[in-house]
């Protein structure tokens, strides 16, 4: 008998979920990373999804037998722990934090009894992870927001939150892709695109890399603005 | 080129989805009733993932700027070529000028009008199943023009089959239990299971969500990903249904799996239809 930290759910004949037992944390996405990295270059798996403590496994033909794909799981996950892990790109993202970019700054910095100053240097110090990509095509599941700045979400979502606004909802923090409903709260705006249908592949942040946020004002925004749209600007790794 | 005089109530371009993406966050799309999709490009000689129009509800009036070969799969929309009738199942010439008339869906909901070669709209990461965001259009409208492929099907030589006599109304979905069934007490399972449940008005392409709600203290889920057929259950008893077009991840309680056959089969089903589930054993 294999001992692994997950069970594993035969959701439909084709797909299977791994779900770890422990809380999110940076050691599990690793693993998560790393059994990712190995499980896409089995024959029987076409592609891997991620969740905060998930895994889900679409099979491919060569899959014949259940029992058979467990036992690989099994074996796999048990070889993963001696690989070696990659721990992913820096990406600096420009943020616009200026009222006209932030509707919502002032009454969250109220909610929380702090400054927008304090916000703005709070949201900047930390560095996040990306856990995954979901709920929009671009919108990156980050950790790491400081508990300082958790905030329940706005009890009447706007019907219309701009691309590229940085926002507080509860205990995450993220940008949205593209314009679309939301109840969270809009503290800042980037003038970057996080998904783009054009290019291969739609988006430049993938899971495990790591983002901050850098403080620019409004006519650096629109410089940046300019810029992507003759082509000057490109967005590259930091460091 | 095939022109779309009226869009119909709503008429969207699918082929068989997107799957490369997902870990970016991009839908699987495709044809909601794929079962429907395939077997069109199967009577035309067509690749499988040849995209068509699925029409909705209400179908589209088009017509046609050359001569080609056509077929409709599905739901029943009293459909007219040039005000004869045609019958669903049965490839067909078209030429220069036609006019094709799909008027309402009565035995399901959704039709799909597969044509020799297949659409040939723009295709975006892979295919060119048509979503917001993603394609410039999320769906067709008026006064387009859309460009088809080429092919030397001839309908007197193609496959023949016995039109498929689809009861789009039987209840019965057969399903999987999902992560988060065990948890539910005997009398919650017996909702989701023994009685007969019903669409809601709210159901598109991303999810149908059903009238009949449960009461449950079920925990919240750490966001995981999720799959078209996978039936959540919002915090306040909500049940809803993701389908083709719905998000990669989900954090409500996954309660149940649809079967592919019993998705299919939801995709023809609209608001007030019944629905019953059946639990199949699981996979293990």
């Known amino acids: ?230 082509g000057k600007f490109k967005i590259s790794p930091h460091g | 080129m095939v022109e779309i005089i009226q869009q119909g109530l709503y008429t969207s371009i699918q082929d068989l989805g997107r799957f490369e993406y997902q870990e970016y966050g991009v839908p699987l799309s495709g044809a909601l009733d794929q079962q429907a999709f395939r077997m069109g490009n199967q009577l035309l000689n067509n690749p499988l993932k040849a995209a068509a129009l699925e029409c909705s509800f209400k179908g589209p009036k088009v017509r046609f700027h050359q001569e080609t070969c056509i077929v409709l799969t599905g739901a029943d929309m009293q459909a007219r070529l040039n005000n004869t009738p045609l019958k669903n199942y049965i490839p067909t010439k078209v030429m220069e000028g036609d006019v094709l008339n799909l008027g309402t869906a009565f035995n399901g909901c959704r039709t799909y009008l597969n044509i020799a070669g297949g659409f040939k709209t723009e295709k975006v990461l892979g295919s060119r199943s048509q979503y917001m965001g993603i394609t410039k259009e999320e769906r067709i409208n008026k006064k387009v023009l859309l460009p088809i492929g080429t092919s030397t099907f001839d309908p007197e030589k193609g496959a023949h089959i016995h039109s498929p006599n689809f009861d789009y109304k039987k209840p019965t979905l057969e399903v999987f239990a999902g992560p988060e069934f065990h948890l539910l007490k005997k009398d919650q399972k017996d909702q989701l299971l023994k009685k007969i449940l019903s669409l809601s008005e709210l159901n598109n392409r991303m999810a149908f969500r059903l009238k009949e709600k449960i009461q449950h203290k079920l925990p919240q889920i750490w966001t995981a990903p999720v799959l078209p057929g996978t039936l959540q259950c919002t915090p306040d008893g909500t049940l809803i249904i993701l389908m083709r077009d719905a998000q990669v991840t989900g954090g409500y309680p996954r309660l149940l799996q649809l079967t592919d056959d019993a998705l299919e089969r939801l995709a023809q089903k609209k608001t007030n239809d019944e629905i019953r589930f059946k639990l199949l054993p699981s996979l293990e």
């Not at chain 1, 008998?1 to 069970?7: G, Y």
């Not at chain 1, 943020?95 to 969250?108: G, N, Q």
């Not at chain 1, 291969?200 to 925004?221: M, R």
């Open chain 1, 1 to 230: 008998m294999n001992l692994v930290p997950f069970r594993v759910i035969v959701l439909h004949p084709k797909a299977l979920l791994l779900e770890w037992e422990q809380e999110p944390s940076d050691q599990l996405l690793e693993k998560l990373l790393g059994f990712k990295r190995l499980l896409q270059n089995q024959d029987e798996v076409t592609r891997c999804t991620m969740g905060y403590k998930s895994l889900m496994i679409h099979l491919s033909e060569k899959a014949t037998s259940l029992s058979k794909v467990k036992a690989l799981l099994y074996k796999r996950y048990n070889t993963l722990e001696i690989t070696e892990f990659q721990s992913g790109v820096h990406w600096k993202i420009p943020v616009c934090y200026e009222e006209t970019h932030a509707p919502d700054l002032v009454t969250l910095a109220q909610a929380l009894n702090k400054s927008p100053e304090e916000v703005i240097q709070l949201h900047t110090a930390a560095t996040y992870r990306v856990c995954f990509i979901g709920f929009l095509p671009g919108f990156l599941y980050l950790s790491g927001l400081n508990p300082e700045l958790f905030l329940a979400r706005k009890e009447k979502p706007l019907l219309k939150v701009p691309k590229g606004a940085v926002a507080i909802g509860g205990k995450q923090t993220g940008i949205y892709p593209n314009e679309s409903p939301g109840g969270w709260h809009l503290i800042g705006k980037t003038p970057l695109s996080f998904f783009d249908p054009k290019k291969i592949p739609p988006c430049f942040a993938q899971a495990g890399d790591w983002i901050s946020f850098e403080p620019i004002n409004s006519k650096a925004y629109l410089k940046i603005q300019e810029e992507l749209i003759s």
